[in-house]
């Protein structure tokens, strides 16, 4: 895993397209170009890459109250199935708790609830085709244990 690159853009778009029409909206398309766009929201954004290819992508973002919030994960659609999706989710929850972050919240799919229900979010809405035709708005959030900082010893 490595921080995204603004090479990285068109690798990206290409991870995403291969997801269109089961876990995207080809809707979905231009705002997820729009938000590689921005350096400002991607410095907390990553990507994994198998023998050189970028094969999945996915970012953070922080607010002022503790929470981070998942935003645009994704896997290769060739590559499902590989732990790359965990991998990716488990990075992405170490940097928020690194960054203070008490928790964490996304909104997918019906299709990817489950994956994210076995790293131990849970349901806090659903809005039916909330992502477009075939794809509820499922709002999911994960309360994070803060490791005491306070010194060791005497």
């Known amino acids: 895993m490595r921080p995204f690159q603004s090479a990285d853009v068109a690798a990206c778009l290409s991870v995403f ?3 269109v029409p089961t876990y995207f909206g080809a809707h979905e398309r231009a ?13 907390n954004y990553f990507v994994l890459e ?3 290819r970028l094969v999945a992508c996915g970012g953070l973002a922080f ?5 981070a919030t998942f935003c645009w994960g994704m ?3 060739a590559f499902h199935r590989k ?20 928790r964490v919240v996304l909104s997918t799919s019906q299709h990817t609830q489950a994956f994210y229900a076995t790293l131990g979010f849970t349901v806090t809405g659903v809005v039916v ?3 477009g035709p075939g794809l509820d708005a499922v709002d999911m959030a994960l309360g994070l244990l803060i490791q005491d900082r306070r010194p060791v010893g005497p």
Not at 63 to 67: A, E, P, R, V
């Open 75 to 77: 896997v290769d659609r």
């Open 50 to 52: 198998d023998k050189g």
């Open 31 to 43: 705002d997820f170009a729009r938000y590689l766009q921005q350096p400002e929201q991607l410095a």
């Open 83 to 102: 732990g790359l999706g965990r991998a990716l989710a488990l990075a992405r929850l170490a940097q928020a708790r690194a960054m203070g972050a008490h």
């Open 63 to 67: 607010d002022q109250d503790g929470t």
């Open 17 to 19: 397209d291969s997801n």
């Open 129 to 131: 085709e909330g992502h």
